[in-house]
T-cell receptor, first 114, second 111 residues
């Protein structure tokens, strides 16, 4: 079974702090994604990566950066956390670039910025 | 860019009822995904389909490519089916690229 893990289920940070969210997958997938999920807005893509050291902006990249130094690990970084970044963050991985491949999700990190 | 509409937004059912959740999209696609998200956050893939019908246990997914519409049916619903159901499609038709997600249908099944 594909397993996608995220470093924390719940996280509370203060405004202005630098926040790291880690995601690890164990199936050698090329593609990895970071989403945020907010009530009434659904899942929105922040960044994705199709290979090591490669990244593409999604729909809402402002205030975020990412890092992919190893194939299995994709990190989301909030350079200076703000209260409007309070949200559920979900990581996902997928074998290929096509939308016909199944996407596997991590359990999510609920981040609260105070 | 593909637009995805799901209906209803919220659905409450009694245990044993037959349930239908609908998904419409605006641009032709080669595959559509149905996902399930339980309280607590984790999302699992239920189906990926490009034509016709797929069945897994009490869940059935159908798609009509010409009408750009898909339905997810649950037969003999049970309280453990309570979850948010999300449909997702490729953003610009075809099969390439990341997925565009519907806003989800929140299902609550009462005993």
């Amino acid at each position: 079974d594909v397993k996608v893990t995220q470093s924390s289920r719940y996280l509370v940070k203060r405004t202005g702090e630098k926040v790291f969210l880690e995601c690890v997958q164990d199936m050698d997938h090329e593609n990895m994604f970071w989403y945020r999920q907010d009530p009434g807005l659904g899942l929105r893509l922040i960044y994705f990566s199709y290979d090591v050291k490669m990244k593409e902006k999604g729909d809402i990249p402002e205030g975020y950066s990412v890092s992919r130094e190893k194939k299995e690990r994709f990190s989301l970084i909030l350079e200076s956390a703000s209260t409007n970044q309070t949200s559920m963050y979900l990581c996902a991985s997928r074998y290929g670039t096509s939308g016909t491949y199944e996407q596997y999700f991590g359990p999510g990190t609920r981040l609260t910025v105070t | 860019k593909n637009e995805v509409e799901q209906s209803p937004q919220n659905l409450t059912a009694q245990e044993g009822e037959f349930i239908t959740i609908n998904c419409s999209y605006s641009v032709g696609i080669s595959a559509l995904h149905w996902l399930q998200q339980h309280p607590g956050g984790g999302i699992v893939s239920l189906f990926m389909l490009s034509s016709g019908k797929k069945k897994h246990g009490r869940l059935i997914a159908t798609i009509n490519i010409q009408e750009k519409h898909s339905s997810l049916h649950i037969t003999a619903s049970h309280p453990r089916d309570s979850a948010v159901y999300i449909c997702a499609v490729p953003p610009r038709g075809g099969s390439q690229g990341n997925l565009i997600f519907g806003k989800g249908t929140k299902l609550s099944v009462k005993p």
